[in-house]
């Protein structure tokens, strides 16, 4: 049983830092890419970065200069630094990674339970 269970979600005010952390556990053969998503209340989850298992990144262009994706291949962990945080930040973070679990064929899509970040302005 695979799962990704993500931390580090709370509140901050504007222009302040948190940090995400997603970890997958389970049966793993193999991660490909690592991503983040967001969903803000009333709107459709959206793309926030994404890291391909060779450090490739993407962000979305609001982001882009104040958030960073890391991972650590050896713990199965993503990480989100999110800096100069903004009002418009507030949503849910969700982490989605793309892999293959013991016994399985094929990748598939595993998504984390979500945690919350409120920024204040």
């Known amino acids: 049983q695979v799962q990704l269970v993500e931390s580090g979600g709370g509140l901050a005010q504007a222009g302040g830092s948190l940090r995400l952390s997603c970890a997958a556990s389970?049966?793993?053969?193999?991660?490909?890419?690592m991503s983040w998503y967001r969903q803000a209340p009333g709107k459709q989850r959206e793309l926030v970065a994404a890291?391909?298992?060779?450090?490739?990144?993407n962000y979305a262009d609001s982001v882009k200069g104040r958030f960073t994706i890391s991972r650590d291949n050896a713990k199965n962990t993503v990480y989100l630094q999110m800096n100069s945080l903004k009002p418009e930040d507030t949503a849910d973070y969700y982490c989605?990674?793309?892999?293959?679990?013991?016994?399985?064929?094929?990748?598939?899509?595993?998504w984390g339970q979500g945690t919350q970040v409120t920024v204040s302005s």
């Open positions: 989605n990674s793309d892999l293959l679990a013991s016994g399985s064929l094929y990748l598939r899509d595993y």
């Open positions: 890291i391909t298992s060779g450090g490739r990144t």
């Open positions: 389970g049966s793993i053969s193999s991660i490909n890419a």
